[in-house]
Structures are given as C-alpha cells and as structure tokens.
Nanobody, 120 residues
C-alpha cells in the first residue's frame, strides 16, 4: 500500500504565495517522477510541474517563472512553491508519483487533492 498525502492549500490574494507539500509513504522501494496536476471547475486535469529522480523539471507554460517544484528524496516528498499567484491558478491541486513498491511493481499514485483559491 502506498499513500500520497498533500498539504498547504488555502485561500490567498492575487500576487501572494503558497507552498504545497506531498509526502509518499508505505511499501516504497523507489520513487521515480513526482509532480503536480490541477483541475479547475469544468476543466480537464492538467500538468503543472514534474520532477524526475535526477531533478530534471518540466513546467506548464502558464506557471513558468512563478512556480518551482523540488523534492526531498530522503523523505519521499515533493514541494511546489507558488509565487505571484493569479485567480486563474484557482483549482484543486493533485500530487502524483510513479512508485516502485517492494514487490517491484511500478504504478502511478495520486493524492486526494488540495484546494487552492486565489482571490482578485
């Protein structure tokens, strides 16, 4: 069993900052890529940022220069620092990770989601 638990969402004014955190726990042998997606009401889930286990990163064009993804491999944790937030960033943010368990099966796992609301 593997779980991803997110924290750090909330309400912030435009121009403000939030930091999201996601910790993976359970029967983990190796954590490969980790990332964040978001889904706004009535829209499809979209990739926000991704980081590999060699710290290579990838960002959606809409967040480049404002968001920074990082990871702590010792804690199986991924962080998303969000600066200069805009109302368009309002969404439920989901953590995801590709994890190999001790049974050597690799699967994609998702967190439960955390709400980020940016007021204008």
């Amino acid at each position: 069993q593997v779980q991803l638990v997110e924290s750090g969402g909330g309400l912030v004014q435009a121009g403000g900052s939030l930091r999201l955190s996601c910790a993976a726990s359970g029967s983990i042998f190796r954590v490969n890529a980790m990332g964040w997606h978001r889904q706004a009401p009535g829209q499809q889930r979209e990739l926000v940022a991704q980081i590999t286990n060699t710290d290579s990163t990838n960002y959606a064009d809409s967040v480049k220069g404002r968001f920074t993804i990082s990871r702590d491999n010792a804690k199986n944790t991924v962080l998303l620092q969000m600066n200069s937030l805009k109302p368009d960033d309002t969404a439920v943010y989901y953590c995801n990770a590709r994890i190999q368990t001790h049974t050597l099966v690799t699967s994609d796992y998702w967190g439960q989601g955390t709400q980020v609301t940016v007021s204008s």
